[in-house]
């Protein structure tokens, strides 16, 4: 066989071929902007030469600080394959976490979108190795900003040649460089190569939920967390229409798209599907979403009512992925298998909600504290570790970290999970989030997926509090339907998990609050919650 390095440059070129007329649609700061794959690498071509220009050498580092939008998409290819590095830099992070991991990352240049020129501005005089600041806009004058060496996009690849030659390199060089969302710390960087992506793109290429020719792709996943997924790479890859939703989309401006481009495939996490649903419910026949094929949904477990209304409501299907930062991220699908099609009531819903199948390509195991491997008996807990081609080989410049992060050469995920004897995993929780009550595991996540199914409750969480007898002792955290508020007692909440979990898990407490926090990509924070209560502010 050939010796032939797996690199992006391929994608990039492919997609070109056999969709050159496919279009991509980007919902830009002034309207919805169209243009092609020709047109799209083309510009990817001016935009290498532009790096050339600037004197960016191979493997330096060029930060983004943007939206999912094409200039965004144009970076994500002419970056790596001119043998730099694209930093995705996650834009919900605290200032004092993005100042650390762009120095840390040594980014030279930074890219960023015209609306986040503020937050930017507010953390520019810490950044000392950035040298220049490319602003992403549709505006044909440079908008007012204090950064220094400022130039518009527009202006930087204007009259560069729209051919490159791409060079060929060792597949294991780094495309990408991406920071977890530092729930505990501050983030870790995460080293995607070449050849990772192209074997995680490939996956994602096949399958149930493998991106076809004719879908219409609209990637929610942002690009700057995770490389959304893999979706940007794999829709060029393929020659799907691309869809992108641009700088801070709503539940409406999600819904406008789909119904407009005739969306077929999208993945975000489940807060962005319950306000897409909440939405659709409270404005009904405003949009046509029967486009729609199929719908993934990943970073938080995928609560067992939300898949049963998509599909019940508005004949959406939905499938539960699970991947991590350290993972690029996908590592499980669920879905069902042929001998569950035709499965009716909850058990059919039961199983879409499941973390799911390993995906082709990957090894896990599950082990005790002790890291011997636990039965798959669909009840017995271990913690879940990966191992192969997309997993991280370590953190960047973090050798204390990277040690702590692996056992006899797996990868520790830090979930806490069960598998069945068809293969299904079921993350029962993070190991930080886990509740021991009088020497006994309960699962917040378990108790999180009970209560969302109440008609009334639009979001939950729960989190373990001291208890002077028992350890630890579970409460749960509601955000109700507007209409619902002056209702619903703590009462109802609580009768609510009787004969669905053991007596001995219902929580201790409900506490109605207006909104659950979030994480930078969208998560709950259990650890602001956890703060809050600990501080008598929840």
Known sequence: MMDYPLLIRSMLERGRLVAADQEIVSRDFRGVMRYTVREMYERVCQLAHALDRLGIEPNE??????????????????????????????????????????????????????????????????????????IMTDAQEMPATTLKNATLYEELIRGEMTEYAFPDFDEWTTALLGYTSATTG?????????????????????????????????????????????????????????????????????????????????AGVPTVWMGILQHLKSNPGAYDVSSVR????????????????????????????YGQTETSPITFISYPKKKHQNLQGAERYR?????????????????????????????SMGELLLRGPWVLRSYYKDPEKSRE?????????????????????????????????????????????????????????????????????????????????????????????????????????VIFVSEIPKTSVGKFSKKTLREQYQSGSL
């Open 61 to 134: 580092h060029i930060g983004s600080f943007a939206w999912n939008n094409h200039r965004h998409l144009e970076l994500y290819f002419a970056v790596p394959c001119s043998q730099r590095v694209l930093h995705t830099i996650n834009i919900r992070l605290f200032a004092e976490q993005l100042v650390y991991i762009i120095n840390h990352a040594e980014d030279r240049i930074i890219f960023i979108d015209e609306d986040l020129l503020p937050l930017m501005e507010s953390i520019a005089d810490k950044l000392p190795l950035v040298e220049r600041f490319i």
């Open 186 to 266: 501050m983030p870790k960087g995460v080293e995607y190569s070449h050849r990772g992506l192209f074997l995680h793109c490939m996956m994602a290429l096949v399958g149930e939920l493998g991106v076809r020719e004719s879908d219409v792709s609209m990637p929610i996943v942002p690009m700057f967390h995770v490389n959304a997924w893999g979706r940007p790479f794999a829709d060029t890859w393929i020659g799907a229409k691309q869809v992108y939703p641009g700088s801070r989309p709503t539940a409406k401006d999600f819904c406008e798209l789909i119904d407009h481009e005739r969306v077929t495939y999208s």
């Open 294 to 321: 199929c719908l993934l949904s990943g970073g938080s477990a995928l609560p067992q009512s939300l898949v049963e209304a998509y599909e019940k409501e508005l004949g959406i299907p939905m499938y539960q992925g």
């Open 351 to 379: 199983i879409r909600a499941k973390t799911g199948h390993i995906v082709p390509g990957l090894e896990m195991r599950l082990v005790d504290p002790d890291g011997n491997p636990v039965p798959y008996d669909g009840k």
């Open 405 to 509: 992060a692996f056992l006899n050469g797996w990868f520790r995920t830090g979930d806490i999970a069960t598998m069945d004897s068809e293969g299904y995993l079921q993350v029962v929780d993070r190991t930080r989030d886990l509740i021991k009550s009088g020497g006994e595991w309960i699962s917040s996540v378990d108790l999180e997926n009970v209560v969302m199914g109440h008609p009334e409750v639009l979001e939950a969480a729960v989190i373990a509090v001291p208890h002077e007898r028992w350890q630890e002792r579970p409460i749960v955290c509601v955000v109700l339907r507007p209409e619902a508020v002056d209702r619903v007692s703590k009462e109802d909440i609580l009768q609510y998990f009787e004969g669905r979990v053991a007596k001995w898990w219902i929580p201790d407490e």
